[in-house]
């Protein structure tokens, strides 16, 4: 698979997208957490806005969370 | 029925675990190796205890580990999530779903330039116009002016007077402080309005939605104080009833924000009884409310703001689902709200009684009089006349009652307005009613309660007595 550029999703900027790649936070029980919300990798992403805390879409779901996870979910935002 | 097929690493683990497992858990065997791959407190111990191989088992979950760089628990799910896909992509179509008004309204909410303002309006509509100006003044005002004032107090009374003749008995159901003219009248006519407005008002902002992005909206506040935005659920209702907000603490992720929420509550949350019944006395006062309002916020965030610093543990994570906004539905709002008033009336209307019962009980014995003499010197220090002690008291039995204590002492004209500002103060901050403190022993465990209350308590009077100096020094007639 061609991999495009990488970046986390705390660097995005809004209305970007890409195709999750890696969830790095080191907390198991907050990775599962995410998981359970369908943050995992491969899902397709996009951020929504970054103020007051970040919103990303991902399927049909929408999910607020703060730069800290943000910075934890790897993306894949192609070319 | 669907099987996950995992890589062979996973799968020779899950046949060797199957392999050791010997007793019966309800579940398949296969679910049960997955569990303890993944690191499952609950299965972990539960083998640990009966499993004749649990070394053996444990020594292979650990060398399973050994073999993946991510946790096996984030190993698993992928494959699961990969599964999922596959069904969903077989059985679904996926349609680009245009934005109707809900998804715009969405949006205007969670955009800081119109959300704040919008989370202004929520809270002035809902909590100020709707619990403070109609439960906590019009609708109180009624029941408690007309339906007790002028009907059941004087038939109580009367009956009382024509049937027992025994005085303590009559004093005990009747008279100023009986089980009836007193417990029963703050129960129905003074707190349930106020109660049953705010929950109406939080059922409405809960089925419509709101509440998760009034969550995201204020989480970088909270972070100051320790919190996540996710507190937001029990701090809002503590503004209702700090006793059930103290038990919707236990939602909050750590043991650390679960702390700080208690101990807020506890000290600068004032219950909506109170927080009704001080907008009441204080609206006419515009200058002693924002007083009263810059002190109590001051204190909430000061006080957040070291017990984040000073508490250790880990740092909050703020993640939530934002649910689309929907029309409330109104038979849920209805039940949910209905619901909540019977279980807190049938809560309260006990303690209530009981108070009255002590209160009863203090003045027949001498005990009340006794307390009051003892406590009348820290009345005096704050600068307040020697009624105001009983307010006190009453306070601790129930934060409302102390609060609706003060206004009867109001409407017979018996204290100026810097004098109701300090009482207003300190009976805000003050020990949580008996009922929180109750559910904060159960909740915390009875040290930490207690530590919480020995702080609190003198915390308020020294506030209130620094207040009293300055207005004092300031003359400020307010």
Known sequence: ?????????????????????????????????????????????????????????????????????AESVEVDIGG | MVTVNYDTVLEDAVTVITGLLTCDYKLSRRAMALLLLQGDQEATLMVRNIEPACECIMAGVNSTQQKFEQPLGYVIMMYRQQTANYILEQVTTMRQRSDDWAGYLSYLTMWPVTGIPILLLVLYVGMYKFVGQLGAGIVVEYLEQVTFGSYINPYVNDVLESCLPWEALRLLLGGDYGIITLGFRYAIAIVLPVVGTFFIAFSLLEDSGYLPRLAMMVDSIFKVIGLNGRAVIPITLGFGCGTMATMVTRTLETWRERLIATFLLALAIPCSAQLGLMMGMLSAKPVAMTIWVMIISGTFMFSGFLAARLIPGQRPVFYMELPPLRIPNITNVIIKSYTRMRWYFWEILPLFVAASVLIWLGKMTGGFDWLMRTLIPLTTALGL??????????????????????????????????????????????????????????????????????????????????????????????
């Not at chain 1, 990488?6 to 936070?25: F, T, V």
């Not at chain 1, 995992?40 to 805390?53: D, H, M, S, Y």
């Not at chain 2, 300190?426 to 009922?435: D, G, N, S």
């Open chain 1, 1 to 69: 698979m061609d991999k495009g550029k990488r970046m986390n999703l705390g660097k995005m900027k809004p209305g970007q997208q890409g195709q999750i790649i890696r969830l790095c936070y080191i907390d198991t029980g907050f990775l599962h957490k995410l998981m359970a919300l369908g943050v995992v990798p491969g899902e397709r992403v996009v951020l929504l806005q970054t103020f007051p805390t970040f919103v990303v879409r991902i399927g049909y779901t929408q999910i607020a969370m703060d730069r800290l996870l």
């Open chain 2, 385 to 478: 006349p020697g009624e105001a002690t009983k307010i006190f008291i009453f306070g601790f039995f129930r934060r409302d009652y102390g609060a609706a204590g003060l206004y009867d002492l109001i409407e017979t004209g018996g204290l100026t307005t810097a004098q109701l500002l300090v009482t207003a103060t300190v009976l805000t901050l003050f020990v949580p009613c008996i009922a929180q403190f109750a559910v904060m022993t159960k909740e915390r465990g009875w040290g930490i309660a207690l530590c919480i209350a020995a702080l609190i308590f003198p915390f308020a009077f020294a506030v209130g007595y620094v207040l009293h100096c300055s207005l004092t020094v300031m003359h400020m007639l307010l």
